[in-house]
C-alpha cells in the first residue's frame, strides 16, 4: 500500500473510513495507535557510559598528554630516576578532562531533553465530529 503522504486526501478518507467532517471515530483513532504506534521518530539509543569516556580520551590534546606521560615515564625508567610523580600529575589531569567532559556532556543532553519534553508539538484533529486538541505523537 502507498503511504498516506503520497495519496490525495480523498484516498487517505475512504482508506480510514473517516470523512472530514466527522474525523476519526476515537474507537478507530485508537486502534490506529495501537497498529501503528505513535507519530514521532526513533529515538537515539543512549551511548554506555564506558563509550562516551573513551570518545573522551579521544581528544587530540589528551592523546598529546598521554603520550607525554608514557614518554616520562620511559626516560625516568631508563636514566632510573623518580619521576613517578610527573606521570601521576599527568594522568590525574587527563582523568579529570575526561570525567569532566562526560560531566558536561551528559548535562547538555539532560537539558535537551528537558526542552524537547517543554516543546512537546500539538495537533487539532476532528475525533467523532468535535475539533479537539491532542499531543502530536498521539
Known amino acids: 500500500m502507498e503511504s498516506y503522504y503520497k495519496q490525495s486526501a480523498t484516498n487517505v478518507l475512504a482508506s480510514l473510513s473517516s470523512d472530514a467532517s466527522r474525523g ?80 558536561q556532556e551528559s548535562k547538555a543532553e539532560n537539558a535537551l531533553s528537558a526542552l524537547q519534553a517543554m516543546s512537546a508539538p500539538t495537533s487539532r484533529v476532528i475525533r467523532d465530529g468535535v475539533l479537539q486538541e491532542i499531543a502530536a505523537q498521539d
Open 24 to 103: 476519526l471515530s476515537g474507537k478507530a483513532a485508537a486502534e490506529l495507535l495501537q497498529e501503528v504506534g505513535p507519530n514521532k521518530l526513533a529515538e537515539k539509543k543512549k551511548t554506555p557510559l564506558i563509550k562516551r569516556l573513551l570518545a573522551q580520551l579521544a581528544d587530540p590534546m589528551l592523546i598529546l598528554l598521554l603520550a607525554a606521560a608514557f614518554v616520562s615515564l620511559i626516560i625516568g625508567v631508563i636514566q632510573h630516576e623518580d619521576n613517578f610523580g610527573e606521570v601521576a600529575i599527568i594522568l590525574f589531569v587527563v582523568v579529570i578532562n575526561a570525567i569532566l567532559g562526560v560531566a
